[in-house]
């Protein structure tokens, strides 16, 4: 099994800030990441898919790089809607979720 | 737009069942995978069970296998979760998704789940 760790655990930014998020697997996953944002009582979103497309109706502001084992999301200019828990997601056989990055607004 | 409505969740003993449902809106149902996935209190996302769209094929996380059941029925865009002899740690929200990817005869590959319903609460406990 294919194991994501994300990092950081917390971060903690003010509004108009760069959110950079990273997302490291356990080997290869080629270009397959997906990354999705939770809200407190919500379910979760998809905002990026196969590592840097922006699924239909997400911010430009949004956007995924990376490739093989290493990946990062980032929020170019952080709005105080964007405080949520962001999930990253492998494809490779069964598929798994991280643990997610909570990002904060001050 | 795309849509996905759960319910039947809601409190039951452990050992206990319940049936869950999924009624979709907006794509063309038969067409996708779809999946449950759960998110126990206050922890991450855990797939437990996809179901080809044509109804021939399931898979289950080792947790559920033999506990619980997939099924859809395409000509009402609806998909269910039959859960039995439940555990307190089966305790958690429980999301329905379309499932973008495919199966071989040997491993599935699923690209990624969108959109997601809303959730529906299902607490096991004495």
């Known amino acids: 099994e294919i194991v994501l760790t994300q990092s950081p655990a917390t971060l903690s930014l003010s509004p108009g800030e760069r959110a950079t998020l990273s997302c490291r697997a356990s080997?290869?996953?080629?270009?397959?990441l997906a990354w999705y944002q939770q809200k407190p009582g919500q379910a979760p979103r998809l905002l990026i898919y196969d590592t840097s497309h922006r699924a239909t109706g997400i911010p430009a502001r949004f956007s995924g790089s990376g490739s093989g084992a290493d990946f990062t999301l980032t929020i170019s200019s952080l709005e105080p809607e964007d405080a949520a828990v962001y999930y990253c997601q492998q494809r490779s056989n069964w598929p798994t979720f991280g643990p997610g990055t909570k990002v904060d607004i001050k | 737009q795309m849509q996905l409505v759960e319910s039947g969740g809601g409190l039951v003993k452990p050992g206990g069942s319940l049936r869950l449902s999924c009624a979709a809106s907006?794509?063309?149902?038969?067409?996708?995978?779809m999946s449950w996935i759960r998110q126990a209190p206050g922890k991450g996302l855990e797939p437990i069970s996809y179901i080809s769209g044509s109804n021939t094929s399931t898979y289950y996380v080792d947790s559920v296998k033999g506990r619980f059941t997939i099924s859809r029925d395409n000509a009402k865009k609806s998909l269910y979760l039959e859960m039995k002899s439940l555990r307190v740690e089966d305790t958690a929200v429980y999301y329905c998704a379309r499932t973008v990817g495919y199966c071989t005869s040997t491993v599935c590959y699923f690209d990624y789940f969108d959109p997601w319903g809303q959730g529906t609460l299902v607490t096991v406990s004495s």
């Open positions: 080997q290869s996953v080629t270009s397959y």
């Open positions: 907006g794509f063309t149902f038969r067409d996708y995978y």
